[in-house]
């Protein structure tokens, strides 16, 4: 059993390397070897480089990736996925929001309850958050997610579609990121589409989440573009 591990990253020159060095800690407690791949999403700073230069353990197998110009979070997500070979592949945000021990019970749930795409939640009983969003984004995120549940018409059972930690199976990630084309913000709810489509097996599952205040994205900047891409997932599969 082999697991991929991508991290989207853009400038991320000040939490890379503590990422990595967690997920090498982790390995070191683990009897199954994981291919790591840093997606540096076009970085003014040095990103991938530090990434590079991390001392980690013969079991962990790492990958730095640099393109440029920065592309966005879906295309940072959908290059790592095309080069990965796991039997199970994830992403996750840099940042240590969710801890890597979330990974094996995630794994021993995916088999468990025979889901496919196995998606981390914050917005369920058992989820514990650490600290919470800032007042605004905790508004903004909540009327994101009510309306694109109403806008995409999801499953009651979805809770989190944003959360960014998400685990697949190997083969069905790399087919669900092929037909992806979304490179921005909305790319986690393609996927739940593409995947829902597919009559795939999707679930969730509780985990403990930490807010890192540090963040790349503002839904207010990215407003406009942000609607007219929810726009274009409504035509192409409703
Ligand atoms: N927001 C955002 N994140 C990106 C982009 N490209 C790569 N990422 C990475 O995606 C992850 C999530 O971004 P973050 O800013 O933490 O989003 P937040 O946690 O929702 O506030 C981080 O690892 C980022 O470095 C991008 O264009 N926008
Ligand atoms: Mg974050």
């Not at 070897?33 to 001392?55: C, R």
């Not at 879906?74 to 990965?84: C, D, K, P």
């Not at 998606?119 to 694109?148: A, C, N, Q």
């Not at 393609?190 to 969730?204: D, F, G, N, T, V």
């Amino acid at each position: 059993m082999h697991l991929t591990i991508v991290i989207p990253a853009w400038n991320e020159a000040g939490k890379i390397a503590d990422d990595i060095r967690e997920i090498a800690h982790f390995v070191e407690n683990i009897n199954y070897p994981v291919e790591l791949i840093i997606v540096d999403d076009g970085s003014e700073d040095n990103t991938s480089q530090i990434a590079k230069e991390v001392i980690v353990p013969d079991s962990l197998e790492i990958r730095a990736i640099k393109y440029t110009p920065h592309r966005g979070k879906g295309y940072a997500v959908r290059q790592g996925i095309s080069e990965s070979y796991g039997d199970y592949v994830m992403f996750m945000d840099s940042g240590r929001n969710v801890p890597v021990e979330f990974i094996n019970s995630g794994l021993e749930l995916i088999e468990q309850k025979k889901c496919d795409v196995l998606m981390g939640s914050r917005y369920i009983p058992e989820s514990v958050i650490r600290k919470r969003l800032r007042w605004y984004r905790r508004v903004t995120s909540t009327v994101f997610r009510k309306f694109v549940k109403w806008y995409l018409n999801l499953p009651a059972f979805v809770t989190d579609t944003q959360c960014g930690f998400k685990i697949f199976r190997g083969n069905i990630a790399r087919e669900l990121f092929k037909h992806g084309k979304s490179d921005g913000f909305v790319f986690d709810l393609e996927i739940i589409l593409l995947a829902l489509e597919k009559k795939y097996r999707i679930c969730e599952f509780p985990i403990e989440w930490t807010c890192d205040r540090d963040s790349r994205l503002s839904l207010v900047r990215s407003f406009f573009s942000i609607i007219s891409e929810l726009r274009r997932l409504k035509l192409r599969f409703l």
